[in-house]
């Protein structure tokens, strides 16, 4: 079946640490690619996006995702977290119809914990 | 300011009332969805709307309805909630070309005991 899985369910770094969240996708052709953030007790916020162009985009709050099409990943990486980045975080995928559908397809979550 | 709103934010209610949860937004976006939020599982889609009066099932239909008469409302209705049906409901937006990038509202907590 096609899926989004994100295999880090649960992440717990010390402040500083390097952050690096895995996302893979199981849908063929074309796709759009999403990390999504919810802090606690809030809802969820566009963290950065990839349509097309360059692999290597980037968001808000210095994160940064990376596209490798041959390996269907879309990895969210961070060099240095902080505190109040902890947060659930979804990576979603789009399958790219020309623009007639909006779906998006979520993973289960990686929920990210940084101790200060 | 572009904004999804929900109401309620949160409900508890018991086994067989019938109830809405309102999504209204003010984007004047033709795509919107409902999703649920349950633990390990991530973000579900139960119904979705590519415009007024054109509605479709998502991933996990069972026991809601919608509808979409007018472009900046869709209710999700639960005929008769169960207590399987405890979870975190949130409304999306998208807009034509937005490739899926959608916007959420601040998510509805319903506890159906």
């Known amino acids: 079946a096609q899926s989004v899985s994100q295999h880090n369910h649960h992440v717990i770094l010390s402040e500083a640490a390097s952050l690096e969240l895995g996302c893979n996708y199981s849908?063929?052709?074309?796709?759009?690619l999403f990390w999504y953030v919810q802090y606690p007790g809030q809802h969820l916020q566009l963290l950065l996006k990839?349509?097309?162009?360059?692999?290597l985009v980037k968001g808000i709050k210095g994160f940064e995702a990376e596209f490798i099409k041959s390996k269907f990943s879309f990895n969210l990486r961070k060099p240095s977290v902080q505190w109040s980045d902890t947060a659930e975080y979804f990576c979603?995928?789009?399958?790219?119809?020309?623009?007639?559908?909006?779906?998006?397809?979520f993973g289960t979550g990686t929920l990210l914990a940084v101790q200060p | 300011e572009a904004q999804v709103t929900q109401n309620p934010r949160y409900l508890i209610t018991v086994t067989g009332k019938k109830l809405t949860v309102t999504c209204s937004q003010n984007?004047?976006?033709?795509?919107m969805s409902w999703y649920r939020q349950d633990p390990g599982l991530g973000l579900r889609q139960i119904y979705y709307?590519?415009?007024?009066?054109?509605?479709d099932k998502g991933d996990v239909p069972e026991g809601y309805k919608v509808s979409r008469k007018e472009k900046r409302n869709f209710p999700l209705i639960l005929e008769s909630p169960s207590p399987n049906q405890t979870s975190l409901y949130f409304c999306?937006?998208?807009?034509?070309?937005?490739?899926?990038?959608?916007?959420f509202g601040p998510g509805t907590r319903l506890t159906v005991t």
């Open positions: 990839y349509f097309s162009g360059d692999p």
């Open positions: 979603a995928v789009n399958k790219n119809y020309g623009g007639a559908t909006n779906k998006l397809i």
């Open positions: 999306a937006t998208s807009g034509t070309g937005r490739r899926g990038e959608q916007y």
């Open positions: 984007m004047n976006h033709e795509y």
């Open positions: 849908y063929g052709g074309t796709v759009n």
């Open positions: 709307s590519m415009n007024v009066e054109v509605t």
